[in-house]
């Protein structure tokens, strides 16, 4: 593609150099360029891509986009822009024919929920009969075939090459989960969605956005733009939400009345059962995922379902088979006579929902593993230890992900929130490994350890190194030990 079809959606500010440079690729770190690729120069949080113009350039680099005035090496066609990250988003839906354009895409975002959701509705449009792709924090989906992930959602060039190869193999719908960074930071600038579906707003990802207002600011951007909107109607923030919506709105919920409502609802360790009702009908649904949170994730998808015009029966059928999430309030079963359970809950709201569940078929103590990530949000940790400690007989505070904090430092934060409790009890195990082994081999017959934090991640990073764990693993190693002792 030449390089002035690139340009045909960009407001240029200024340019030079021949316009006409076949452009062979697109690439916003220079690691990456290959011979005949433009690079885009964006200026990031911890470097500036504009000083990597001549790394780019000696890497075959034959165009650049940039956002500021900068020495260009002789002889190289460049374009600048008010804002590169919107340029790149443009210039890569341009390149690869505006994949979002043939096929259906549904948006979902929140702080809690995105990923099991995606994977509900996901299910829907298969059961249907529809060829689905899938974007989001465990994997991204083309049809059946799996491929790794970096972000929840992908900067915008890897998006768009990811879509056009839905495209490519026949993929009739996508499904992505959006986050507020994708939003803030406009990665998904050029998509056109076609639904959009809010699922909740907690504290979350402060250290990014300056308050919950901007936090929120950037969810509404994937509602507002979409052509449907799908709204849990049981969020505080709902009725703001849906008064800025230009398209159709459909409503969700349980407490409120909404246009896709869930009855007679019962909460079981092996699943939940619900009887859904819409204004043409209703249908009982019998999942094998459980409790209250599964039953909005179920509605979010329900709702995406019936907008689509899926049978009942259908959407049914996908929300009873669905066997489950990876990390997701995911049981890990040895045969051991009391309940292990892992899950991904890493926010304060996400946290309390789980051990809500979790006490609902407690026999025994309900004993949790939990700690915070570093270099993100410090005011939601001393929550989270208060949560931690008054909703569980026993809490074990240890380290999550430190990334480049020091563990000690994070978990000072986290009992804040401990000391702050009327009624504690916990112990401090930094090292996440023994942590888990102290929990698992405390247990007894009908008691529930939860391991939160982790989920489905397969690493843990300290002192910026990565390093493979797994929450899921260490569980099973340590009951097949205690199997094996006795």
Not at 239 to 261: F, H, M, N, W
Request: include cysteine.
């Amino acid at each position: 593609m030449l390089l002035s079809e690139l340009l045909v959606e960009q407001q240029i500010e200024a340019c030079e150099g021949n316009q006409s440079i076949e452009i062979k690729g697109i690439a916003y770190d220079s690691r990456q360029v290959m011979p005949g690729f433009i690079f885009v120069a964006i200026e990031g949080f911890k470097t500036d891509g504009h000083q990597f113009i001549d790394d780019a350039v000696s890497r075959g680099a034959v165009a650049l986009l940039i956002q500021r005035e900068v020495a260009v090496p002789d002889g190289i066609p460049w374009a600048q822009v008010r804002d590169t990250r919107q340029g790149l988003a443009l210039m890569a839906a341009q390149f690869y024919g505006f994949p979002c354009d043939n096929m259906k895409v549904v948006g979902v975002t929140g702080t809690n929920g995105k990923t099991t959701t995606t994977h509900m509705i996901r299910s829907v449009y298969s059961a249907a009969g529809k060829k689905t792709g899938l974007v989001g924090t465990i994997h991204n989906m083309v049809g059946d075939r799996v491929l790794p992930v970096k972000h929840t959602t992908p900067e915008s060039v890897d998006l768009q090459k990811l879509m056009a190869e839905m495209v490519e193999e026949q993929v009739e719908a996508a499904v992505m989960e959006v986050s507020s960074h994708a939003l803030a930071l406009k990665r998904v600038e050029s998509c056109h969605f076609d639904i959009g579906v809010f699922t909740n707003i907690t504290q979350d990802h402060l250290d990014f956005h300056r308050d919950m207002d901007d936090y929120l600011s950037a969810k509404m951007k994937l509602l507002t733009g979409a052509g449907t909107a799908i709204v849990n109607m049981d969020s505080e923030y709902s009725p703001g939400i849906i008064s800025k919506c230009a398209g159709k709105v459909l409503t969700y919920g349980v407490e409120r009345q909404a246009d896709i409502t869930a009855r007679e609802i019962s909460i079981k360790p092996t699943g939940v059962s619900f009887m859904a009702t819409w204004p043409r009908g209703s249908i009982r649904v019998n999942m094998k995922l459980t409790g209250m949170f599964n039953v909005y994730n179920a509605l979010a998808a329900f709702a995406v379902g019936i907008q689509e015009g899926i049978k009942a029966q259908d959407i049914k059928r996908a929300l009873d088979e669905l066997e489950g999430v990876p990390g997701r309030f995911e049981l890990v079963n040895s045969g051991q006579p009391f309940a292990v359970i892992v899950d991904y809950a890493h926010t304060p709201d996400g946290l309390q929902n789980i051990l809500a569940t979790a006490r609902e078929f407690t026999k025994g103590r309900l004993i949790t593993v939990l700690g915070c990530g570093g270099d993100r949000d410090r005011t939601k940790r001393p929550l989270m230890g208060k949560i931690g400690v008054t909703m569980s007989d026993l809490a074990v505070i240890t380290s999550d992900n430190p990334r480049t904090e020091d563990p000690e430092k994070i978990i000072e934060d986290v009992l804040e929130g401990v000391n702050a409790a009327e009624c504690a009890d916990y112990t401090v195990i930094e090292n996440r490994r023994s942590a888990i082994r102290y929990a698992i081999k405390l247990a007894q017959a009908g008691d529930v350890v939860v391991i939160a934090g982790k989920g489905h991640e397969t690493y843990q990073e300290i002192d910026g190194k990565r390093t493979h764990f797994d929450d899921r693993e260490e569980a099973s190693i340590i009951l097949r030990e205690l199997d094996g002792a006795q």
